[in-house]
């Protein structure tokens, strides 16, 4: 079965980079899309981009100028990295695994989401 | 950008009874690229179904998606107390190319 896990800070200052790892077991990541989702305390689902593990990448529009995201196939982990947030930024992000076919899209797999905070 | 709208906001409904949500698109959305998703207090959502229709594995069979083009369906037909939960839809395949719908929440009457 496989399993995602995020990992990182949970409280970050505006102003500088937040920055997330997300841990695949129960498969190599060697293969699909790997994805970021946000969810700001009490609000909806909000896509952030994906990266496959061949290094195609999309981003949000709204988001595109902030964010990378990465892989790391040696670690069977990627990364998410925004810059320059604001207290707008806070919510709980989860990584996903991504299946994109000619014939269907979806978010198959979820790791159980962090918190982050941003606050001085 | 295709936004998604879900009706309602709030379904309130007993055990045993059946429940239906919509999901409507601004836009037309390929069937193949409509999935839902099941989330709970505190947990991460739940692939329930994909391509409009699909059950996503384990997923049990009293629930089931259909529609087409701006508008889709899901329906749960007959509540189980697992089933309480917020329900969302999402799309692919227009900028941004994932995008949620704002949540059903299904409560206890």
């Known amino acids: 079965q496989v399993q995602l896990q995020e990992s990182g800070p949970g409280l970050v200052k505006p102003s500088e980079t937040l920055s997330l790892t997300c841990t695949v077991s129960g498969g190599s990541i060697s293969t699909y899309y790997w994805s970021w989702i946000r969810q700001p305390p009490g609000k909806g689902l909000e896509w952030i981009g994906y990266m496959s593990y061949s290094g195609s990448s999309n981003y949000n529009p709204s988001l595109k100028s902030r964010v990378t995201i990465s892989v790391d196939t040696s670690k069977n982990q990627f990364s998410l990295k925004l810059s320059s947030v604001t207290a707008a930024d806070t919510a709980v992000y989860y990584c996903?695994?991504?299946?994109?076919?000619?014939?269907?899209?979806?978010?198959?797999?979820w790791g159980q989401g962090t918190l982050v905070t941003v606050s001085s | 950008e295709i936004v998604l709208t879900q009706s309602p906001g709030t379904l309130s409904l007993s055990p045993g009874e059946r429940a239906t949500l919509s999901c409507r698109a601004s836009?037309?959305?390929?069937?193949?690229?409509l999935a839902w998703y099941q989330q709970k207090p505190g947990q991460a959502p739940r692939l329930l179904i994909y391509?409009?229709?699909s059950r996503a594995t384990g997923i049990p069979d009293r629930f089931s998606g259909s529609g087409s083009g701006t508008d889709f369906t899901l329906t749960i037909s007959r509540l189980e107390p697992e089933d309480f939960a917020v329900y969302y839809c999402?799309?692919?395949?227009?900028?941004?190319?994932?995008?949620f719908g704002p949540g059903t929440k299904v409560d206890i009457k």
């Open positions: 836009q037309s959305v390929s069937s193949s690229y």
């Open positions: 391509g409009s229709s």
């Open positions: 996903a695994r991504l299946r994109i076919t000619a014939t269907t899209s979806a978010f198959e797999y």
């Open positions: 999402q799309q692919y395949g227009s900028s941004p190319l994932f995008t």
